[in-house]
């Protein structure tokens, strides 16, 4: 079972990452929240906590192949744990709902926010219902995240806050999800960090000017 990973991140798609260790390339899947912490590190040595799954339906002689997902900490990878224990959630579903930081999910489900959870991709009302149904009970460690590995990053936290309310910006002005990555990450191009999102919002439209 491989629970943690650390290499070179040399490239990082919408949906997944390049790690180099030694003479080995791995493909990591991750969450868009997760992507838009370690998007700052691209050419850093960077850490994951993953979990190992097969994918693929056996009773249905599909072909059974290995992957990895990845979390910038501990805490998130519990969270998806429980996230996908709800009946018809699932990996591939909980991967793409993962837009939001844990926290605000967490704090959603505690509060029974089915208008919140509702709007995360591939979650609708009935869905957000189930969820909260067999999870609200089981969200204040992840609605409080107050744990000493979070506590270390609180640079690279404030760094991914601005790059997550960035993206949530863009959205709103009516970008797509697709394209607010893009303008995102031209904007990081030779920057690892804004001190803010009016900052950040000044180079994505500088560079889209260019």
């Known amino acids: 079972m491989i629970t943690e990973i650390r290499g070179l991140l040399v490239s990082l798609g919408e949906e997944s990452a390049i790690f180099e260790i030694d003479a080995w390339r791995y493909e990591i899947l991750i969450p868009d929240f997760s992507r838009r912490v370690i998007q700052l590190k691209l050419g850093q040595t960077v850490s994951l906590f993953t979990i190992h799954y097969i994918d693929g339906n056996p009773t249905k002689g599909g072909r059974m192949t290995p992957k990895l997902l990845g979390f910038v900490t501990e805490i998130e990878r519990d969270f998806f744990n429980l996230f996908c224990s709800v009946d018809g959630v ?3 579903k909980a991967l793409r709902a993962m837009v939001r930081p844990v926290q605000d999910i967490a704090v959603a489900i505690e509060e029974q926010d ?18 909260i149904a067999k999870l609200r009970r089981k969200m204040a460690k992840f609605a409080l995240l107050v744990t000493q590995q979070t506590a270390a990053q609180d640079e690279s936290s404030t760094a991914a806050d601005v790059v997550a309310e960035t993206y949530q910006i863009l959205l709103t002005l009516g970008h797509t999800e697709a394209d607010a990555r893009r303008l995102i990450d031209q904007a990081l191009v030779g920057r690892s960090n804004f001190k803010d999102v009016e900052a950040m919002l000044q180079a994505v439209y500088d560079k889209n000017r260019s």
Request: net charge positive; proline share 5%.
């Open 90 to 92: 699932g990996v591939k």
């Open 114 to 131: 089915v208008k919140t959870i509702s709007s995360l991709p591939g979650i609708g009302a009935a869905m957000a219902e189930r969820i």
